[in-house]
């Protein structure tokens, strides 16, 4: 009978049971064929990621380097014309011969002029008055006395090109208050004029101050070039006054 399996017809032991017994312990062994066909499609699809990622870095490079030329072209371009812009700003500025010609044409015939006849006050303060005396002289600087008198308008001009005068503040009202307008035929006194803006917004911070006659184009106006008006000045000689101190705080 036999002993390893139950179910064995054979009696006297003579059976195939125990080599079937021995077959199935043994592992299954794996072709060698099976194992090369695995690694060489491994070995492509790795292949193939490793041109793709190669091409990815390749065109995510050449992008980059377009952004940064792109950049670095505009950062060149607003540079240029930064300095293109201030070189024009500074060519476009007015100056006081520019601004004579822009009052008086280019071929004025002047017989007389205006010169200060006092020191002028430099910087005047917002909304703090201040005097002009002006003297009518001939064209040697000697002073003379007109037949007739001859109104004079004080003006303020800016330093762009063309130049502007100015009637109004960046607020609205008028820019000047006081004797803006005086008659004289030798000494030219204004005696009061008030400026109600600072210069500081204006190009170059500062304003052409002109004294000159509308009518009377024989008397070269006088341009006074950076007038500046900065804010209202405190007035150290007044007697500050003293604080309140309130009962029963001390």
């Given at each position: 009978m036999c002993k390893l399996n139950a179910y064995c017809p054979a009696l006297d032991g003579n059976c195939e049971c125990q080599n079937q017994v021995y077959q199935s312990d043994m592992a299954m062994a794996i072709p060698i064929s099976a194992m090369m066909g695995y690694d060489q499609n491994m070995i492509e699809i790795v292949f193939k990621m490793l041109s793709q990622q190669n091409e990815l870095i390749r065109s995510l490079a050449e992008q980059i380097k377009?952004?940064?030329?792109?950049?670095?072209?505009?950062?060149?371009?607003?540079?240029?014309?930064?300095?293109?812009?201030?070189?024009?700003l500074r060519e476009e500025a007015v100056t006081p011969s520019s601004l004579?010609?822009?009052?008086?044409?280019?071929?004025?015939?002047?017989?007389?002029?205006?010169?200060?006849?006092?020191?002028?006050?430099?910087p005047a303060y917002k909304e703090r008055a201040f005097s002009v005396l002006v003297?009518?002289?001939?064209?040697?600087?000697?002073?003379?006395?007109?037949?007739?008198?001859?109104?004079?308008?004080?003006?303020?001009?800016?330093?762009?090109?063309?130049?502007?005068?100015?009637?109004?503040?960046?607020?609205?009202?008028?820019?000047?208050?006081?004797?803006?307008?005086?008659?004289?035929?030798?000494?030219?006194?204004?005696?009061?004029i008030i400026v109600k803006e600072v210069t500081s917004h204006f190009i170059n911070g500062s304003l052409y101050l002109v004294i000159a006659s509308?009518?009377?184009?024989?008397?070269?106006?006088?341009?006074?070039?950076?007038?500046?008006?900065?804010?209202?000045?405190?007035?150290?000689?007044?007697?500050?006054?003293?604080?309140?101190?309130?009962?029963?705080?001390?």
């Open positions: 377009a952004v940064l030329y792109k950049i670095s072209e505009f950062t060149n371009k607003s540079h240029i014309e930064t300095i293109q812009g201030s070189s024009m004579l010609r822009f009052l008086s044409g280019d071929n004025p015939k002047f017989t007389h002029k205006l010169e200060l006849g006092d020191e002028f006050s430099s003297n009518i002289v001939d064209m040697d600087g000697n002073k003379v006395q007109l037949a007739n008198n001859v109104k004079f308008t004080i003006m303020l001009y800016t330093a762009d090109s063309p130049p502007k005068l100015l009637s109004i503040n960046t607020t609205g009202d008028t820019i000047m208050r006081g004797t803006f307008e005086v008659e004289g035929n030798s000494v030219i006194f204004f005696k009061k509308k009518w009377a184009d024989y008397i070269k106006p006088l341009i006074i070039k950076d007038f500046v008006v900065k804010a209202r000045k405190l007035n150290n000689d007044c007697p500050k006054k003293k604080p309140k101190i309130e009962d029963g705080l001390f």
